[in-house]
């Protein structure tokens, strides 16, 4: 039987890559799958969606701002973007349609509701974005990753804690060589990220760390981000200490990585729990809501990673927390202990078998 589905999520990886880990599982169970995408007209899933052979339609709208008279225009956008969504979705005939987040996904569930049309929602943060509080009243199925998440929806759909659909991606992907980037096969490696664009106010903290790191036993694979890279090299820091710009199969490189320090990105998040590798987190506090730090809170209290925040970092503390995550045994079991405990391998699947049941009905 031929299923058809439309997915929306716009503005960032953040939204996108948890969009097609859904796409990707649904296609595992559904041979004859049918997929439009709709997205914005002018970001980056017009670029991204494309080249991986999905069909997209791109609408034009703009998130909120301070703006008055831009706020005034966005609200023209919107009514003539689920206007347009009407119009598609009456040419598609989507069994479902799921929105992951980001401002374009409002008419697109909106549209849906008012063709009587089922609908899903993702969310990937502890605490909601704009979009899908608003569209949560539209939703007859509410995933989120994240427990605390859930008095945020005022819906009268189903609301369930699903994890993130990126877990099983992770999962998937293939080890890197540890030798091959140039690290010792019998040496601990600590890979620090701080998300796909980098930070400079991290770097700036971890400097003055990496030049202490010359005679210590274990590596470590700093990832700078492309627009720091330049840079960040020019510094002189330790032969056991390795800068490189950008990764582009990061789970492969903390599958043989002993510690991640990373940002709270919920993307993030997800592969470090999947993965099960101890984890030091630092959460970026220039985010709307500070929802990083609330991700990372939650897995704190849990057990699951050491949280340490970026006001609170000194070159002692920075140090003495690494090396405390690196090699204390205890805590270490701790955490890979509580990751798997909260089992979140399945995420896709979850949300998959909760769809197809509600569509089926």
């Known amino acids: 039987m031929l299923m058809k589905m439309i997915i929306t999520a716009g503005g960032t990886m ?4 948890p969009a097609l880990a859904i796409i990707e599982e649904f296609k595992k169970h559904d041979k004859n799958l049918e997929v439009l995408y709709i997205g914005t007209h ?5 670029d991204v969606i ?3 052979g999905i069909a997209y339609e791109g609408i034009q709208i703009y998130g909120f701002s301070k703006d008055l008279l831009l706020d005034l225009k966005n609200i023209f956008y919107i009514h003539k973007a689920t206007k347009r969504c009407i119009e598609i979705m009456k040419n598609f005939k989507p069994d479902i349609v799921i929105g992951v987040g980001g401002y374009v996904t409002y008419p697109v569930l909106k549209a849906a509701k008012k063709m009587g049309i089922k609908t899903a929602i993702h969310e990937q943060n502890s605490i909601p974005g704009k979009s899908n509080k608003m569209i949560a009243k539209y939703a007859d199925f509410v995933a989120v990753t994240f427990e605390s998440s859930i008095p945020y929806f005022k819906t009268n759909g189903k609301i369930l804690v699903t994890g993130h659909p990126c877990g099983a991606w992770a999962l998937a992907r293939e080890k890197l060589n540890k030798e091959s980037l140039g ?3 019998d040496k601990k490696l600590v890979t620090v990220v701080a998300g796909s664009l980098g930070s400079g106010s991290l770097n700036d903290k971890f400097l003055n760390v990496l030049k202490k790191l010359k005679g210590k036993d274990y590596e470590v694979c700093y990832i700078t981000g492309r627009g720091h890279y330049e840079e960040m090299k020019k510094e002189n820091v330790p032969k056991n200490v390795q800068f490189i710009p950008y990764c582009d199969n990061l789970p492969g490189l903390m599958k043989v990585s002993d510690l991640v320090v990373s940002r709270a990105g919920a993307g993030s998040l997800s592969e470090i729990l999947s993965l099960e590798i101890p984890s030091l987190i630092i959460p970026s506090p220039n985010v709307a809501n500070n929802h990083q730090y609330y991700n990372a809170k939650e897995l704190q209290e849990k057990g699951c ?3 340490l925040e970026e006001k609170d970092i000194t070159e002692e503390i920075l140090l ?8 204390n045994k205890e805590k270490r079991l701790k955490m890979i202990q509580s990751m798997k405990k909260l089992d979140t391998k399945n995420s896709s699947l979850m949300i ?3 769809i197809k049941e509600m569509i089926s009905k």
């Open 14 to 17: 953040g939204h996108i890559n």
């Open 42 to 46: 002018n970001r980056m899933e017009k």
């Open 352 to 354: 998959y078998q909760n």
């Open 320 to 327: 003495k927390a690494i090396e405390d995550c690196l090699y």
């Open 50 to 52: 494309p080249s991986k």
């Open 305 to 307: 990673i050491e949280l």
């Open 183 to 185: 690290f010792h096969r």
